[in-house]
């Protein structure tokens, strides 16, 4: 095995007769067989080869097998989503009687999932606290089938000790499914503290630059396989140009983690003692609570923070208003710099009860740093807090 930024360049998609260096679009819907039988044959699973590209792709092979060598695991899929992903990790493996336990820090649209979504089909689940995950054997039930949680959490940043859900999941028979999103397979691969399943929106870093949306189930061979059946006929599968755009973005995943890590820590470190914030939270910033933790796990501490504005919803909504560079959007992972209020938008959905039990106040803004000049972003947001007092 070679290394990351290795494999994430070198493993490409075989080539075809025309000695391509760098593989082509497959935009075609289906593949031809050369006879009756082989059609039959690859039907059966009996030899391998691309049917019809709801199924596979060579440009979705490609996404696959380099981010599976990235992450450690043994197979995968790519979904059209984000949330496809986040959805398909979960429905391909459970049933109606099933409960789920997650944690509480999640993506908005997760918790929706969790909480309207599947107990239509009798699949329930409980959230346990990040705080209070020492106790979690207390939230374990006769039907509890997986553990879900998201490391670091979307958009509090909280830290999910791997190693100890790794144990706990073995301990208690559960599917481990961890959302890898905000870390990235360069920083942090849960496979290796024992997570069966590793899912990410590919729309984000792995993009890394606005273009595409994209979803990947990765983990052991046995539940890739369910996933694949499921998602075979339920249809969220990505397209071939959007599998091409993303296979390309793993060859620089690397050298823009290491840009994205090194502006984040940067305007955190700068506005760590703002007068204007009540606080700046950042995985590496030593102020966070879970600091010696986050560096156990992670390589680096990824390219989002959270700042928290004195003054509530109202100064947040100024602030935002004030900038003139960072760019007011829903999305993160981008090259530019992003500014979203979750409170307002995210995480909309959630009741005001529900967003302060995961660290979500009015005045919490989250910033995912891009690769522009990292004086530049801090001038951004110090002017930008100044105008908005």
Not at 89 to 104: F, N, P
Not at 153 to 176: K, M, V
Not at 274 to 302: E, N, W
């Amino acid at each position: 095995m070679s290394h990351f930024e290795t494999d994430a360049i070198r493993l490409n998609a075989s080539k075809s007769n025309q000695r391509e260096h760098s593989a082509p679009l497959y935009l075609t819907s289906s593949f031809t067989f050369d006879s009756a039988e082989e059609a039959r044959a690859m039907f059966a699973e009996e030899i391998p080869g691309n049917i019809y590209s709801r199924y596979a792709n060579p440009n979705s092979t490609e996404l696959i097998e380099k981010v599976c060598a990235a992450e450690g695991t043994e197979d995968g899929i790519a979904t059209a989503s984000g949330m496809a992903a986040m959805f398909g990790s979960m429905a391909a493996l459970l049933q109606q009687g099933d409960h789920i336990l997650a944690s509480r820090s999640l993506f908005g649209s997760t918790h929706q999932l969790l909480t309207r979504v599947f107990p239509k089909w009798g699949i329930i689940s409980t959230y346990g606290d990040i705080s209070d995950y020492k106790n979690w054997d207390k939230l374990i039930q006769a039907n509890t089938k997986m553990l879900f949680i998201e490391t670091p959490s979307n958009p509090g940043l909280e830290i999910i000790d791997l190693e100890w859900a790794g144990q706990f999941a073995a301990a208690h028979n559960l599917i481990l499914v961890v959302d890898n999103c905000f870390a990235t397979p360069y920083l942090q691969q849960p496979a290796k503290w024992g997570a069966h399943i590793v899912t990410h929106s590919a729309t984000k870093f792995i993009d890394g630059q606005g273009r595409v949306l994209g979803g990947l189930i990765l983990g052991k061979k046995e539940l890739i396989q369910e996933v694949q059946f499921f998602s075979r006929h339920t249809g969220p599968s990505i397209s071939p140009f959007n599998a091409w755009i993303l296979a390309k973005s793993m060859e620089t995943l690397a050298v823009r983690m290491d840009r994205h890590c090194a502006n984040a820590l940067a305007v955190a470190e700068y506005f760590q003692d703002s007068a204007d914030l009540d606080f700046v939270k950042y995985p590496f910033l030593k102020s966070h609570p879970q600091y010696d933790l986050a560096k156990k796990q992670m390589k680096l501490g990824g390219g989002i923070i959270t700042l928290t504005l004195k003054g509530g919803i109202a100064r947040a909504q100024r602030f935002i208003d004030q900038l003139q560079m960072i760019s007011v959007t829903a999305n993160l992972g981008d090259s530019r710099s992003i500014i979203t209020h979750p409170a307002s938008t995210t995480h909309s959905k959630l009741s005001e009860e529900e967003r302060a039990k995961v660290g979500i106040s009015d005045g919490l803004i989250r910033l995912s740093v891009g690769l522009e000049h990292q004086e530049d972003i801090i001038k951004d947001v110090e002017r930008a807090l100044e105008k908005s007092r």
